[in-house]
């Protein structure tokens, strides 16, 4: 007998929005019972009626009138409007994977605490951002090893066309979420993000390099511990690589990640938006499995 699916919702139909719908699509364990924007006409909006996805541009309303029959919430829009949208959500008794930089709800990286998330059962799970995403993993497998981190720093370039509104106008969230995931799952003093949207054509790859400051770092225990993590992340995203394994460089620990997307939705390049998503779907089929069980 097939097993039931678990029904989510994707609320904001933009680039990540869609690229979620297309690897829900795909699950095994998820079904999209809904699609909801605020335009019909929208890139989104047309893609999802093209794949026979149920969709409305009623926004927030159309999943308070279709509450029973969904489990999870994916919001894909942004900081602001998530801090709307969540009290509606929370009272509606809604799991809800945030995809914007809100940090209302548990941060969570998988390849770190997804079996502490899971078996916490938390009502809000916020996806951190795609930055954090690629770089939290390793100054966390960096804190593995070393216990007395000062500061970690890290650069994501990522190219300007995967950047949507919504990315731009979360810059200032974007940096404040990262830095606090850094704090949090490195136990560094001090943490320092920047992004870099980058206009050449053609488009760059995603790129993360990470700094991190400390005394005597073992540079060995550091590659191991690396490379252990990165065994666990490709799991979920198999087009995360290192392209510069841990160095020193000028009395710093010096690495570099880069991230080629699967391509479902959106170009390669844009491996931002991928490892968010991903992390997010890999989170998702967890609760999904752990409902079933």
């Not at 719908?21 to 095994?28: E, G, P, V, Y």
């Not at 690589?241 to 841990?246: A, E, G, T």
């Not at 699967?262 to 989170?283: E, K, S």
């Amino acid at each position: 007998m097939a097993t039931k699916k678990t029904r989510v919702a994707i609320l904001g139909t933009g680039n990540i929005g869609t690229d979620l719908l297309i690897k829900a699509m795909r699950s095994d364990s998820l079904e999209c019972a809904l699609f909801v924007g605020r335009n019909l006409r929208s890139e989104g909006m047309q893609k999802a009626s093209q794949l026979g996805a149920p969709i409305s541009d009623r926004g927030l309303d159309a999943i308070v009138q279709q509450a029973d029959d969904i489990d999870i919430v994916f919001d894909a829009t942004s900081a602001a409007a998530h801090l709307e949208h969540w009290p509606v959500l929370q009272k509606l008794g809604k799991t809800v994977i945030d995809m914007t930089p809100a940090k209302v709800g548990d941060l969570c990286v998988p390849a770190i605490n997804s079996d502490q998330v899971i078996a916490s059962r938390a009502q809000n799970i916020n996806m951190i951002t795609c930055g954090g995403q690629a770089s939290v993993p390793i100054a966390n497998a960096i804190a593995a090893v070393q216990d007395n981190i000062e500061y970690i720093e890290v650069a994501s370039s990522i190219a300007s066309r995967s950047a949507g509104p919504a990315t731009r106008a979360n810059l200032d969230e974007y940096i404040e979420t990262t830095e606090q995931a850094l704090v949090k799952f490195s136990r560094a003093k001090q943490a320092k993000a920047i992004l870099i949207l980058n206009p050449a054509r053609p488009p760059i790859d995603m790129q993360t390099t990470i700094y991190a400051k400390m005394n005597n770092p073992d540079i060995p225990a550091i590659r191991a511990s690396v490379e252990e993590m990165m065994n666990r992340i490709t799991q979920y995203v198999p087009g995360y690589q290192l392209i510069v394994p841990p160095t020193l460089d000028g009395g710093r620990v010096m690495t570099t990640v880069k991230v080629l997307g699967n391509g479902d939705y959106l170009p390669r390049y844009a491996g931002n938006l991928d490892i968010i998503n991903c992390a997010a779907i890999g989170i998702a089929e967890r609760i999904a499995r752990q409902r079933a069980e």
